[in-house]
């Protein structure tokens, strides 16, 4: 568990739903054009897959096999990323493949984010 986990100011709350909506909806549009990568190559082995993590612009890609890729989405929470592109804050890495993660949102992920936004300045 991590310290100083537990300010619940409300100015805090809004600039953490701020944060996780951005990388929520960040990963949100990586896993829709993977879907529609997966969906364009079903007769293909292996496609190329964008990172799904939560940070903005991210371009990074990577060769999965369909097979593998339908193992990332076997849970609606888990997304695809590139080793080095985890957001600890809000997620854990359930998997560790040699040229990608699996990450799945953790449950109370607001507040997990108190312990990052500490040291933003807030702008
Ligand atoms: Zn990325």
């Not at 940070?55 to 695809?80: M, P």
């Not at 080095?84 to 997620?91: D, L, N, R």
């Not at 854990?92 to 953790?106: I, P, S």
Request: glycine share 8%; with cysteine.
């Amino acid at each position: 568990m991590r310290e100083g986990v537990n300010d619940d100011r409300p100015e805090r709350k809004s600039e953490e739903r701020r944060f996780v909506a951005r990388a929520a909806s960040a990963e949100i549009n990586g896993r829709r054009v993977n879907e529609a990568i997966e969906r364009g190559t079903e007769s293909a082995r292996e496609a190329v897959f964008v990172c799904e993590c939560g940070n903005l612009g991210c371009t990074e890609t990577v060769e999965l096999t369909i097979a593998e890729y339908e193992l990332v989405r076997s849970s609606f929470d888990r997304f695809l990323v590139i080793p080095g592109h985890e957001i600890e804050s809000v997620e854990d890495v359930v998997e560790r493949h040699d040229r990608y993660l699996v990450v799945a949102k953790r449950d109370g992920q607001a507040v997990a984010m108190a312990a990052v936004t500490d040291d933003r300045d807030g702008g």
